[in-house]
Structure formats: structure tokens, C-alpha cells
């Protein structure tokens, strides 16, 4: 035990060495360009309302659900909602989760078996790299974005496989692309996995949708912590996945399920951003803005997130501090969470962040750079 101890500290000594130790403080007041809140829905005072009133007429949906969904904590709101979000979204089914991470754990821990391959993007999110650990299927990577790189990799495999993509990608700001990945993945009659987190509520009903891929794709994730403002997931399918998730997916059936209020927030921040469609407009304005200063960035122009590469520690440190100070919120992103030498300024850029904010921002970082 003493010696476990020991190299736990050990591990932290090295991290807080390199500036990198992970701690956790109160959200910071000041200008945010920093939270995925990116349509504002977070805090938007006429959705609170809306809610507001839902919950006075349904106090009991604030109550705990008791139990997982198999058990007790099934309910009618939580079916209404998987069937509003399935037509929303044009797939046969929907399946709810708490968290995004969650169902990602539920979709590559259960779908692939000890003979199939797990084909994932380097630049995919954590959840699926740890959902891959619990699985039995041999996992490779294929470099970002490279289709090239990917279908040599497909070549070479002769049991069934799972292509994971991410339509927007959350650290470099760029998107996938999907419809040669789709086709790709029908070609080589594989399962394509795309997790939407970041695109879903910026680019309408995300990628997928907008592409009409839902018919080539296996598995569509939407999360609502996001765009959405709220918090949850979904995994959009057919009928035989939803009921192979319900019947072996160990991280919905072990899971109880979330209160009620969780299931209505989500399908009123759908009927929100229906009649609010000039948020996602503000919010390319300001995306517009941000690109016009040109400042070097790997991401897309149309992005809501901003990558700045600093690969180095200290100087990444000491902006992110200084835009602190002049009461900007941004967030400094180091390896592990990126590859070593593409640390990162990480800006997301909201519907609700004015002109003259975005311009003083920039300032700020071009005469660091």
C-alpha cells in the first residue's frame, strides 16, 4: 500500500512539475470563450422560463427515477423523448443516456466482439479509447482524418469492423469527412460509429443529418451538454442495435437512469433552438470575426472551436494567465490530452460573444505570438 502511495505522488510530482497537474477550482467570472456552452442555451433566461414552467406543473420529475431503466427507472417522458429525438433526427430509434461519455462506453464495449477490429481516429474522444479497453475487439488507429490511411488499414482486415469518427472534432476544430467515410465503410461493409457532441445544435441536427449519411451510418451520438446547454445523450440506431444495447450494453443496464427533468430539458432545448434558429446564425458571425483577425489555426474556418498551437508549457501558461487578467476565460491544453509538442490555447467561440470582445481577444494573443 506504502508503495502505491508512493508512486502515486511520484506521478503528481512530475505533472505539477511540468505545469500540467490537474486541479479542480470554481467556475471563474469573466468573458467566456472557454465552456461549450456555444449557443448561450446554458444560461439563457427565456429557455430557464420555459422549463421553469414545466416543472411547476410536473414537480415529481424532479425527483430521483429510483432505479435503472430496466427496473424502475423507466418512464413515459424518457420513451416520448427517444421517439421525438429518433424523428428529429430521421433514424427508426434513440436510446438515452446520462452523459455522452456513457454511451460511447455502452456503443464500442458492446457492438464489437473478440473477432471483430476497432478502427478509430487518432484524435477520437477519451470515452472511446476507454470503452475499447473493455471490449474484446482489437483496436488500431488511423491518422486524422486520413482516408487514404484508413482504407489501407480496412484492406487488411478479414473479420467484421467498426470505423469511430467524430463529425467536429473537439481539439483541433476540424471536420471529418464523413460521406467518403461513409462510403468507405459501405465498400468495405463495415459499421461507421460518428459521435456529433460538437456539431449537433451548431450545424442544426449535426452532420449526419445535414448530409442525409443515416442510412450509412450504424450509429449516430448526439450529447446535449454542449450546444444544447443541458446534459445527456443519445445514440441514434435501428430497432436491432437499440434492443441489442438494452439487452447487453452494461453501461445502460448497470446505470440508473436520470431523473425526468434531464429528459424534458432536452426535448425543450430542441423546440428552443427550432424557434431560435438566429443563434447558430450569431454564433457563425462571431466565428467570421475570430478568423478574419488570421491568426494561425489548424481548425476549420467555420468552427466554433479555435486551436492556437503553443508547444511550450510555460508560454502556453503564462497567456492563458495573462487573458485571465484581462478577464478573458480560455483554456490551455496539454499533453497527454494532445500529442506532446501540439499543446494548445483551446478558444470556443459563442452566439453571445460580441464583436468587440472577439477583436480584444485576438489583440491580446497576436501580440503574445
Not at 26 to 48: M, R, V
Amino acid at each position: 500500500m506504502l508503495k502505491n502511495i508512493t508512486r502515486f505522488q511520484e506521478a503528481l510530482r512530475k505533472r505539477n512539475q511540468l505545469g500540467t497537474l490537474r486541479t479542480l477550482k470554481q467556475k471563474a467570472e469573466g468573458i467566456d470563450f472557454c465552456s461549450n456552452d456555444y449557443l448561450g442555451l446554458a444560461g439563457n433566461k427565456k429557455l430557464q422560463t420555459i422549463m421553469l414552467e414545466k416543472i411547476n406543473k410536473n414537480p415529481q420529475w424532479l425527483s430521483g427515477s429510483t432505479g435503472s431503466r430496466l427496473i424502475s427507472g423507466n418512464s413515459q417522458i424518457a420513451d416520448s423523448t427517444e421517439d421525438f429525438i429518433a424523428e428529429k433526427h430521421q433514424f427508426s430509434s434513440a436510446l438515452l443516456f446520462p452523459s455522452g461519455y456513457n454511451a460511447n462506453l455502452a456503443l464500442f464495449s458492446t457492438l464489437p466482439d473478440r473477432h471483430d477490429t476497432i478502427i478509430a481516429d487518432e484524435q477520437i474522444h477519451r470515452s472511446v479509447h476507454d470503452a475499447c479497453k473493455m471490449s474484446n475487439a482489437r483496436k488500431l488507429k488511423f491518422r486524422h482524418n486520413d482516408i487514404e490511411g484508413l482504407e489501407s488499414i480496412l484492406k487488411r482486415q478479414k473479420g467484421h469492423c467498426y470505423i469511430a469518427i467524430e463529425s467536429l472534432y473537439s481539439m483541433e476544430g476540424d471536420l471529418a469527412p464523413i460521406r467518403e467515410i461513409a462510403d468507405l465503410a459501405k465498400q468495405y461493409e463495415s459499421y461507421l460509429i460518428v459521435d456529433e457532441a460538437h456539431a449537433f445544435g451548431v450545424f442544426g441536427n449535426g452532420l449526419v443529418s445535414q448530409y442525409g449519411l443515416q442510412d450509412k451510418v450504424t450509429a449516430n451520438v448526439i450529447t446535449y451538454g454542449k450546444a444544447l446547454g443541458s446534459h445527456g445523450a443519445a445514440i441514434l440506431c435501428n430497432d436491432i442495435i437499440k434492443s441489442y444495447l438494452v439487452n447487453f450494453a452494461s453501461p445502460f443496464i448497470y446505470t440508473t437512469s436520470a431523473q425526468s427533468f434531464q429528459w424534458m430539458s432536452i426535448k425543450a432545448g430542441y423546440d428552443f433552438l427550432e424557434d431560435h434558429k438566429e443563434l447558430s446564425i450569431q454564433l457563425q458571425e462571431n466565428i467570421k470575426i475570430f478568423r478574419s483577425r488570421e491568426l494561425r489555426s489548424p481548425s476549420w474556418e467555420g468552427s466554433p472551436v479555435q486551436a492556437i498551437i503553443i508547444p511550450d508549457n510555460q508560454k502556453l501558461q503564462f497567456l492563458q494567465d495573462t487573458l485571465s487578467q484581462e478577464g478573458f476565460l480560455t483554456y490551455a491544453i496539454y499533453s497527454p490530452t494532445v500529442k506532446e509538442g501540439t499543446e494548445r490555447l483551446r478558444i470556443c467561440l459563442h452566439s453571445f460573444n460580441t464583436e468587440k470582445e472577439i477583436i480584444r481577444l485576438t489583440e491580446i494573443i497576436k501580440d503574445f505570438i
